[in-house]
């Protein structure tokens, strides 16, 4: 069976990228978590300090910037500059922070560069925001998962709650709000399906009805081939 590229976009905490996850390991594929280079790249700039809005600043950061995304069995790792930070990028204020980064020109050119490189022989998952309508958009199967935000807001609140966090959920809500805002009326690569996108909505469908979804999907439209 050939292996294609598969790509899943939506909103934060719209279950892509444990759905993602599983489906890759259910097909034998690769699982590349695009949202945690962004994430990575906000990181970086809190770290540095860099005022992302300074180009100059924000150019270098970008030229000496050592990302790897290594591959595990149990969940792929981020490394920043040769440090393991997947716990790190999931901190609250990286999340708004990426949002922000992401929406800059000359690191979406970074990151999606990395991104097709790493897909680009296929027998990839790949979520984010615009997988289906930028990096990969010939990509043979497209999906765009959607939820209520309130419902994403409290997945996002137990998730930080399960790491030994204390957040409030109002707040979570909140900057959920915000970022769905903020992805959705960017100029650059906006959050929106792709016009060959199959949406589903994640709200009423437990993790693994989900991922059982995508894969009759996958099955019908690629088994055989």
């Not at 970008?62 to 040769?82: A, P, R």
């Not at 990969?136 to 959607?146: G, M, V, W």
């Not at 959920?169 to 060959?196: H, K």
């Amino acid at each position: 069976m050939r292996r294609i590229i598969i790509a899943i976009d939506g909103p934060a905490a719209s279950g892509k990228s444990t759905a993602a996850k599983l489906l890759a390991g259910k097909l034998g594929y690769i699982y590349i978590d695009t949202g945690a280079m962004y994430r990575a790249c906000a990181l970086a700039a809190k770290n540095q300090k860099t005022d992302i809005e300074d180009y100059s600043a924000l150019s270098e950061l970008m030229n000496f910037i050592d990302l790897d995304i290594q591959y595990h069995e149990h969940g792929n790792k981020t490394i920043l500059n040769h440090e393991d930070v997947s716990l790190a990028i999931r901190e609250p204020d990286i999340s708004k922070l990426a949002s922000a980064i992401s929406a800059k020109a000359l690191v979406r050119e970074k990151m999606v560069d990395l991104q097709r490189k790493l897909g680009r022989e296929g027998g990839v998952v790949l979520d984010g925001r615009d997988i289906g309508t930028v990096v990969f958009p010939h990509a043979e199967l497209k999906f765009f998962l959607i939820a209520p935000v309130e419902t994403r807001a409290q997945r996002r609140y137990l998730e930080l709650r399960e790491k030994g966090l204390d957040p409030v959920y109002e707040t979570v809500l909140q900057e959920m709000e915000e970022r769905d805002n903020a992805d959705s009326s960017r100029a650059l690569a906006p959050l929106i399906p792709a016009d060959d996108a199959i949406s589903i909505d994640t709200g009423p469908l437990s993790i693994q009805q989900l991922v059982e979804t995508l894969y009759a999907h996958y099955n019908a439209a690629f088994e055989g081939s």
